[in-house]
């Protein structure tokens, strides 16, 4: 199965700088997705980004405040823009493997003060 | 629409006991996948199992294994031989079909393997 390298680990910022997340795959990937998950829930979809196009956001996600770049199969970024207290989270990064396989980076933990 | 629901907030169970973790969803769809991923304390996800709707056969990796029931729509996770390394967050996971990118995850189970 592929490996996710995704930083950094984790991170405190202050309130209204931006913050990007980078993930990198150790092979091509067509999909990969971006969530944000609280201590101890579930995973809630920020958007999906499919290389060379421009990526699928969820309701309750917009771009200006989650930029994300898939420049080519193996590599995305996620921006956290013009941060508040509210976006303290875990940011987990994700691609789509064989057989439907989601693998995951382990994830970045933003404090935002 | 497609939902997944785990009912079991918290479990715990004694080191080298089976325990069975329960997960149900809701679909129309007639093709579609079934995962069950762990999250320990390092917050990487990992996956478990994987089960396909067409597929009778209970899917089994080593100690763990899938109690399927389509017409039920149930997807129960059964450990065995509990570890100490098992203790973390499980969610049951669904996909349909093939060409689809829209993974549902369940709340989450939380289980406490006791030394």
């Known amino acids: 199965s592929a490996v996710i390298s995704q930083k950094p680990s984790r991170d405190i910022c202050q309130r209204g700088t931006s913050l990007t997340i980078q993930c990198q795959v150790d092979s091509q990937v067509t999909m990969m997705f971006w969530y944000r998950q609280q201590p101890g829930q579930s995973l809630t979809l920020i958007a999906t980004?499919?290389?060379?196009?421009?990526?699928?956001?969820e309701s309750g996600f917009v771009i200006d405040k989650f930029p994300i770049s898939r420049p080519n199969l193996t590599f995305s970024t996620l921006t956290v823009s013009n941060m508040s207290p509210e976006d303290s989270s875990i940011y987990l990064c994700?691609?789509?493997?064989?057989?439907?396989?989601?693998?995951f980076g382990s994830g970045t933990q933003l404090s935002v003060l | 629409a497609q939902t997944v629901t785990q009912s079991q907030p918290e479990m715990s169970v004694q080191e080298a006991e089976t325990v069975t973790l329960s997960c149900t969803y809701d679909?129309?769809?007639?093709?579609?996948?079934l995962f069950w991923y762990k999250q320990p304390p390092s917050r990487q996800m990992i996956l478990v199992i994987r089960q396909e709707a067409y597929k009778q056969q209970n899917a089994t990796e080593n100690r763990f294994s899938v109690n399927f029931q389509k017409a039920a729509k149930s997807f129960s996770l059964k450990i065995s031989d509990s570890q100490l390394g098992d203790t973390a967050m499980y969610f049951c996971a669904f996909i349909a079909g093939r060409g689809t990118y829209k993974y549902i995850f369940g709340t989450g189970t939380r289980l406490k393997v006791l030394a």
């Open positions: 980004a499919n290389q060379g196009s421009e990526a699928t956001y």
């Open positions: 679909t129309s769809e007639s093709n579609y996948y």
């Open positions: 994700s691609g789509q493997g064989a057989n439907e396989k989601l693998f």
